[in-house]
């Protein structure tokens, strides 16, 4: 299946110069969207995975799909301010700006073999700091699985000795 | 399924006299996950359901699982700033602010038959609004679905003539 064909590329968003990859299409293509489930499914098997976590927003759209397939916890990552209970924070760069996200401290277990799910990589800033946020308690990142990646931005340098895994690669903007 | 030992309650959060019940145990928890989708699913059966739409953030969670599990489009209602396409814009009041959300003009079509899903009703205004969106663009609202209902902040009396459905009730903070 043709995902780029379904993806949206929406030019100079958020800011000039920047060609939006927009997953909304994708997203109201039901066969596209079990596609990417599916391929996400290929990736995980043998990986013994048992938590899938994701980073809001649209990271929940396919992480949430991938655990309840798996059977497995889905652990949300989330902006500052918005997890009620004890947590941690790690604050990380983006493409465009500096943010943080936090993990309730008990969404992970010591052992628990984490796939990290988002729809996009682009400088890799986000994935990292959700990488560092499983391990500071206690998990191992068994991958990471994103429908797109932006391979111009060398997002998988700054996951170095990760695995990575993505469906649909843009090599220029 | 007890649902209500499996949700978290978190006094005074975000302010002071609120108990926020926190749905991060039951994400983590698959077959309860899992129970929450087939009720979902059985509320679904005989509407004509074509779409499920859902706010930012946590309703992604429900509601992309949903859309999956029914092969329909999902379609993501989003905070300002963040769809990059043509879009229109909905304010409206929570428990606790002011806001907005936008959704993309091509995501419904004339017709359609929606499924609104969030993980909690409270107030009322971000269904609401959500509703408005759906309809502005030519799509049925067939119904409202909810993990949580806070029933004594009375959201069901502002979707007077809609069709809601909630699995967990709380009648009082």
């Known amino acids: 299946m043709d995902l780029k064909s379904i993806i949206r590329t ?8 920047i060609m939006f990859r927009d997953i909304t299409p994708l997203l109201s293509d039901a066969a596209a969207f079990r596609h990417v489930i599916r391929q996400f499914l290929n990736y995980c098997k043998g990986k013994g995975i048992n938590v899938v976590a994701s980073a ?5 759209i396919f992480g949430s799909v991938l655990a309840y397939e798996l059977g497995v916890p889905f652990v949300p990552l989330r902006k500052p301010g918005k997890l009620p209970y004890k947590k941690i924070r790690q604050e990380f760069q983006t493409e465009y700006s500096t943010d943080a996200f936090e993990i309730h401290e008990d969404a992970i277990k010591k052992g628990d073999n984490v796939l990290i799910v988002d729809d996009l990589i682009a400088t890799g800033g ?7 946020l499983i391990e500071k308690l206690g998990g191992s990142v068994a991958g990471f699985a994103f429908v797109i990646e932006l391979s ?13 895994f993505s469906i649909v690669n843009y090599d220029s903007e």
């Open 126 to 132: 986000t994935a990292k700091a959700a990488a560092s």
């Open 152 to 164: 111009f931005l060398h997002g998988r340098e700054k996951l170095k000795g990760y695995d990575v």
């Open 10 to 17: 929406v030019p100079d968003f958020p800011k000039k110069g």
């Open 56 to 60: 809001e927003s649209r990271g929940f």
